[in-house]
């Protein structure tokens, strides 16, 4: 009597609970790190049935060993995809196969196999800065005209608090706190992570006049930054933003990554001094610590995740 064949258990078999269950539900990852995931498993999906014409029906966890992983990593790379984004790739297939593993210890061994696969060296980034005349001229940018007020708002907002535009349009007027002993935002951020985010004095300042020309009652509820439509107050759009973004650009030659950088990088060099001055430590280990501070990129935007 013969015995019949395992089933063999398809790739992309897992991709909906993982997707839709597993990355919101169980680990709590905000919607734009799930679309990340979903667009580098789709990236995946494509070069496996349109570059190497292989179905999906056929295609399996023991097909996706150490040599195929490393071969569409080379792919990726030749086809234009910085060392980051093949990296990136790399990781939510990780993620994906652990996640599997999690479930089947049979396909442990493929998810162990998949980890080994190296990533590519990618090379170390100086990350631009504006200058302080240019960043003088940028916040005074817009028109003086209720409209130009609002956008100085957003810009001075971005660069104060160094937060995100997505955590910028989520701010309603009850998240923005004056009245402590230090004024504060609270900030929802990736994964819906609460924290809390210090602002100087001259920002609220900007605040308050801001709150009287589009908050007069106060209404806790409403969308700090918004937009009229059909007498409608409404969250501003990122297309919105975009539009500032866009004539910051052209009059500059800026952007809001480079505008936050900027911000970081001030705000960091400020809390050193003050680390300094509280401890009574000398120049040269101020110094240090900036130099410390350039060297250890990827552990000061760990500690500004914090922030």
Not at 16 to 21: M, N, S, V, Y
Not at 22 to 46: G, I
Not at 105 to 121: E, G, R, W
Not at 226 to 247: A, F, H, L, P, W
């Amino acid at each position: 009597m013969s015995r019949k064949k395992p089933q063999k258990k398809l790739f992309f078999s897992k991709t909906f609970d993982f997707l839709e269950h597993y990355l919101p539900e169980q680990v709590l990852k905000s919607r734009n790190t799930v679309e990340t995931y979903r667009d580098a498993l789709t990236v995946f999906r494509q070069y496996v049935t349109g570059t190497l014409h292989l179905s999906m029906r056929s295609f399996g966890f023991e097909d996706c060993t150490h040599d195929f992983l490393w071969s569409y990593m080379e792919f990726l790379h030749k086809n234009g995809n910085a060392e980051t984004t093949c990296n990136n790739r790399l990781a939510a297939i990780r993620a994906y196969l652990w996640y599997v593993a999690d479930g089947d210890i049979s396909l442990q061994s493929v998810a162990l196999t998949a980890s080994h696969v190296p990533f590519l060296k990618a090379p170390k980034l100086t990350r631009e800065l504006i200058s302080e005349d240019d960043l003088k001229a940028l916040l005074s940018a817009p028109a003086d005209t209720k409209i130009g007020r609002r956008d100085q708002m957003i810009l001075i907002l971005l660069y104060d608090s160094a937060i995100r535009v997505s955590e910028l349009l989520s701010l309603d007027v009850s998240s923005v706190n004056l009245d402590a002993e230090i004024p504060y935002l609270r900030i929802y951020g990736k994964g819906d992570k609460e924290r809390i985010v210090a602002i100087t004095d001259t920002t609220v300042g900007h605040i308050k006049n801001y709150l009287k020309a589009y908050h007069p009652a106060r209404d806790p509820d409403l969308p700090f930054i918004y937009t009229v439509i059909k007498g409608r107050k409404d969250r501003m759009s990122v297309g919105n933003v975009e539009r500032i973004k866009k004539n910051m650009h052209l009059r500059y030659g800026l952007n809001i990554p480079i505008f936050r950088n900027t911000a970081i990088r001030i705000w960091f060099v400020g809390l050193v001094q003050q680390i300094c001055i509280r401890m009574e430590l000398n120049w040269s280990l101020y110094l240090g610590y900036l130099a410390m501070l350039q060297r250890r990129q990827p552990v000061f935007m760990r500690f500004l995740q914090w922030k």
